[in-house]
């Protein structure tokens, strides 16, 4: 399955340690390839013939499924960008709690700035 090749891709496994230029690159083409069989596939055992589907509609009917389609999947964005800065939270809130703590353990007089750098590794 094309989802799979995506998950094991090493710009997917490295993420965070490290992804180079081409291996970004090829993750695009990974995704881009396997949208274009989403087409060949699903879209043509649903949509597919002699003539493709949205080939027969009429510019209304043809603008409101283009429409349709950009919200969802403006929903799908917000729905990650949700989920992504609840992420950011959660573990601000826990590295913000840890360093906070090493500062007493360390005996050194806390301040946001100091905290903020721990959290980030600059100290």
Avoid: C, W
């Avoid at 699903?42 to 283009?66: C, H, M, R, S, T």
């Amino acid at each position: 399955m094309s989802m799979n090749r995506i998950m094991r891709h090493p710009a997917v496994t490295k993420y965070g340690t490290g992804v180079s230029s081409a291996e970004l690159a090829d993750l695009v083409q990974v995704v881009a390839d396997t949208a274009a069989l989403r087409v060949l596939r699903q879209g043509d055992a649903e949509y597919g013939g002699d003539i493709q589907a949205f080939e027969l509609k009429d510019n209304p009917a043809f603008a409101q499924d283009v429409a349709e389609e950009l919200l969802d999947t403006i929903n799908y964005v917000v729905m990650a960008l949700a989920r992504a800065l609840s992420g950011i939270q959660s573990v601000s809130a826990t590295e913000l709690a840890q360093a906070y703590h090493r500062g007493f353990d360390d005996g050194v007089e806390e301040t946001l700035d100091n905290m903020a750098d721990r959290v980030k590794g600059r100290s």
